[in-house]
């Protein structure tokens, strides 16, 4: 690795001296982000010689059923904000309520994280992410957390997501740009290798669970129809992607180019994904980056939460093919109606 190579670390200190609304207290916290990240994966690295594999026996707080991972990792998070002081409180997949960290004034700051998104791939090795957003607190004083979740999700001030795959990569945003760095395990460092990313307008893949197609509206049938079908003056067909982990299908997305979409179906009349969590920190992400993130009707960024645990239909990637879900959605086709 070259002596100039740039770390996690100096690139936040970096965005601090170029930008005031970066406080020292967010720098520090996007760090410790990394930190966790690196804790992270190399605990799921070497879960199988742990026994941290399988199944816990429970569910968590959105009725899934819990992997061992996924108690685990929520309780190095936990562990490793709690110590920073800065962060009143965490909203997490893993917990039913707001678990509150500090009163005090100086923890400025709200976490909501999905530790280890895509659970369900442990066990087979398969990829799996973190999911994180950030927002500044409101009041500084008090331990009710609720109202302060009531934000926009524009309201952001931090947000990324890390990828455990063939290698670990972080990728996050202060609003002012999108930034990935992959950890270099020798070293213990996660280094700048995705400068200013930007997500192509247009892309040659779609993500979806398409064991749910016949349960999805008509609409979004006819989309599914019209990307399979062979024109190459469109781009198409699209081929199909499902790695069963947000974070991985939307990494490719926002590299490469196409969509990931999971509108509402029987089982979940307001979408499968959760806001907090899930939906609003990839938005804020994909957005900086100059893609799009909606429900297929409204903009998920315009959105404010209703409930720690609030369920959401997403579309999310280049934003040409979401622009094109949307008009699916809206028309029945992709013609453009006035």
């Given at each position: 690795?070259?002596?100039?190579?740039?770390?996690?670390?100096?690139?936040?200190?970096?965005?601090?001296?170029?930008?005031?609304?970066?406080?020292?207290?967010?720098?520090?916290?996007?760090?410790?982000?990394?930190?966790?990240?690196?804790?992270?994966?190399?605990?799921?690295?070497?879960?199988?010689?742990?026994?941290?594999l399988g199944f816990?026996?429970?569910?968590?707080?959105?009725?899934?059923?819990?992997?061992?991972?996924?108690v685990y990792t929520?309780?190095?998070?936990?562990?490793?904000?709690?110590?920073?002081?800065?962060?009143?409180?965490?909203?997490?997949?893993?917990?039913?309520?707001?678990?509150?960290?500090?009163?005090?004034?100086?923890?400025?700051?709200?976490?909501?994280?999905?530790?280890?998104?895509?659970?369900?791939?442990?066990?087979?090795?398969?990829?799996?992410?973190?999911?994180?957003?950030?927002?500044?607190?409101?009041?500084?004083?008090?331990?009710?957390?609720?109202?302060?979740?009531?934000?926009?999700?524009?309201?952001?001030?931090?947000?990324?997501?890390?990828?455990?795959?063939?290698?670990?990569?972080?990728?996050?945003?202060?609003?002012?740009?999108?930034?990935?760095?992959?950890?270099?395990?020798?070293?213990?460092?996660?280094?700048?290798?995705?400068?200013?990313?930007?997500?192509?307008?247009?892309?040659?893949?779609?993500?979806?669970?398409?064991?749910?197609?016949?349960?999805?509206?008509?609409?979004?049938?006819?989309?599914?129809?019209?990307?399979?079908?062979?024109?190459?003056?469109?781009?198409?067909?699209?081929?199909?992607?499902?790695?069963?982990?947000?974070?991985?299908?939307?990494?490719?997305?926002?590299?490469?180019?196409?969509?990931?979409?999971?509108?509402?179906?029987a089982d979940h009349?307001?979408?499968?994904?959760?806001?907090?969590?899930?939906?609003?920190?990839?938005?804020?992400?994909?957005?900086?980056?100059?893609?799009?993130?909606?429900?297929?009707?409204?903009?998920?960024?315009?959105?404010?939460?209703?409930?720690?645990?609030?369920?959401?239909?997403?579309?999310?990637?280049?934003?040409?093919?979401?622009?094109?879900?949307?008009?699916?959605?809206?028309?029945?086709?992709?013609?453009?109606?006035?």
């Amino acid at each position: 690795m070259s002596s100039s190579a740039v770390t996690l670390s100096r690139h936040i200190l970096n965005e601090e001296e170029k930008h005031s609304e970066i406080t020292v207290e967010l720098s520090k916290l996007v760090a410790q982000l990394g930190y966790a990240a690196k804790i992270l994966s190399r605990e799921i690295g070497r879960a199988a010689l742990t026994g941290n594999l399988g199944f816990a026996g429970d569910k968590n707080a959105t009725g899934d059923t819990q992997k061992k991972l996924d108690v685990y990792t929520n309780d190095i998070v936990v562990k490793a904000f709690g110590e920073t002081k800065l962060v009143a409180g965490i909203v997490s997949e893993e917990l039913e309520e707001v678990k509150v960290l500090s009163c005090e004034s100086r923890a400025s700051y709200i976490l909501c994280i999905d530790p280890l998104d895509g659970s369900s791939n442990t066990d087979i090795n398969g990829s799996v992410g973190t999911i994180f957003g950030v927002y500044r607190r409101r009041m500084t004083n008090g331990c009710d957390l609720h109202e302060e979740l009531r934000q926009r999700a524009s309201e952001q001030v931090a947000a990324g997501y890390v990828m455990y795959g063939t290698s670990t990569v972080m990728v996050y945003t202060c609003g002012h740009g999108v930034h990935g760095f992959t950890l270099d395990r020798e070293l213990g460092e996660f280094v700048l290798t995705h400068e200013n990313i930007r997500c192509p307008a247009q892309g040659r893949y779609y993500s979806a669970n398409m064991s749910r197609l016949d349960e999805w509206p008509v609409q979004i049938q006819g989309l599914i129809k019209y990307l399979n079908e062979r024109d190459p003056v469109t781009k198409r067909p699209y081929s199909l992607r499902y790695a069963g982990a947000l974070v991985a299908d939307l990494h490719r997305s926002l590299m490469e180019g196409g969509l990931y979409f999971y509108p509402a179906d029987a089982d979940h009349r307001n979408g499968k994904l959760r806001f907090l969590y899930e939906c609003a920190p990839l938005a804020f992400v994909v957005e900086q980056a100059g893609g799009r993130a909606s429900t297929g009707e409204q903009r998920i960024l315009d959105l404010q939460g209703d409930s720690i645990h609030q369920r959401v239909p997403l579309v999310i990637g280049s934003a040409d093919d979401v622009e094109l879900y949307e008009r699916f959605l809206r028309n029945g086709s992709g013609i453009t109606h006035a």
